[in-house]
């Protein structure tokens, strides 16, 4: 399924605009889903969803397996692992670990454990699109 | 490099500048803010009977974003 990147426009207006590969995905928990979007990241380890988007669609903080990330300032937040659904636009419903973090600076991402491992991600960044098929 | 954006572009960005730090409600093209709340759960309280609507935490996409920057 490909993709068109989400340009943002940039505050300086000398400087180019941000392109980002965005894609609309639903997050499926215990008591509801909540639609959002989140940015492939082929840098990051994990999917990290922000903290709050646990405590709304039912997630246990409790059961969840605590661990710690390093971002590139080399801070170590913690986040709440766990696996839940999610259901990419244009694509089936799948089950990926992820990790909530409460960080001013994640919506969603969509990194490498559990959903770069299942889909194919090919970037052309050249041509403003990019294409995420699953793997069989 | 050619400036031209669409107008999902330019709506998402106007949200990115306009909303920063909150959580937003917006329909599928951003067109426009539905509901707006310091927290998620303050959103979602706002749009019970509304459908199809995506919400986000308003992050900082219009500088120089590094994820991993936590």
Redesign the interface.
């Known amino acids: 399924m490909k993709y068109p990147y ?6 300086d207006p000398n400087g ?3 392109r ?1 590969p965005v894609v ?1 995905v639903e997050i499926f928990g215990p008591e509801k889903s ?4 989140a ?1 492939l ?1 082929s ?2 380890d994990n999917c ?1 969803f ?1 903290l ?2 646990a ?2 669609i039912g997630i246990d903080l409790n059961k969840c397996k605590r661990s710690a ?5 080399g ?1 170590k ?1 913690e986040i709440y692992l766990t696996e839940i659904e999610i259901k990419i636009k244009g694509l089936e419903k799948i089950k990926v670990p992820v990790g909530f ?1 409460d ?7 969509l990194g490498q454990i559990g959903f770069f491992d299942f889909n194919r991600i090919k970037f052309e960044r050249d041509h403003g699109t990019f294409e995420i098929n699953p793997v069989k | ?1 050619n ?1 031209t ?2 107008n ?3 709506n ?2 106007h949200i ?2 306009s909303f920063r ?1 909150k ?1 937003v409600a917006v329909p ?1 093209d951003y067109s426009e803010v539905v509901a707006s709340a310091d ?3 303050g959103v ?1 309280s706002k749009i019970t009977k509304e459908k ?6 308003v ?12």
């Open positions: 989400l340009t943002v426009l940039n505050n180019k605009h941000f980002r609309d909540i639609n959002t979007f940015l990241d840098g990051a990290l922000h709050q988007y405590k709304e990330t390093i971002g590139v300032e801070g937040m973090i960080s001013r600076s994640v919506n969603g991402l | 490099m400036k954006t669409d999902l572009s330019n998402f960005s990115i500048k730090d959580w599928e927290t998620l759960s979602m199809n609507l995506k919400v986000f935490k992050i900082p996409l219009d500088m120089i974003y590094s994820p991993c920057n936590l």
